[in-house]
């Protein structure tokens, strides 16, 4: 996202919001907003709008992918084996990579 568009939407959230929570609610919250790779505020304001945030993926899913995609460009595979990995890669992008709804 474009810096000036990130400062210019900041701007423009001056509304708050308190909620009360247990303790184990917000360290479950905290939880899962870290392993989305978003703030407490990001992750409860996107969940409230309807948004699931996924979480975010693993180091070694980004290497695998990265691994295949690498071994796909330098032609070292067949022809069907670099469909195949084509159609896994797509697969995986649409499972860890790809927005929630909302």
């Known amino acids: 996202m474009n810096k000036g568009k990130t400062q ?29 790779g978003l703030s407490v505020s990001e992750y409860v304001r996107k969940r409230a709008l ?3 945030p996924r979480a975010a993926p693993s180091d070694e899913l980004l290497a695998f992918t990265s691994a295949l995609i690498e071994l796909v460009n330098k032609n070292e595979a067949s ?13 995986i ?8 709804a909302g």
């Open 93 to 100: 992008r649409r499972s860890f990579f790809e927005s929630g």
């Open 8 to 36: 210019n939407k900041q701007k423009e959230r001056n509304g708050r919001l308190d909620i009360r929570l247990s303790a184990s609610e917000k360290t479950a919250v905290q939880r899962k907003a870290k392993a989305c």
């Open 50 to 52: 309807g948004y699931e």
């Open 79 to 91: 022809d069907a084996v670099g469909r195949t990995a084509l159609e896994l890669l797509a697969d």
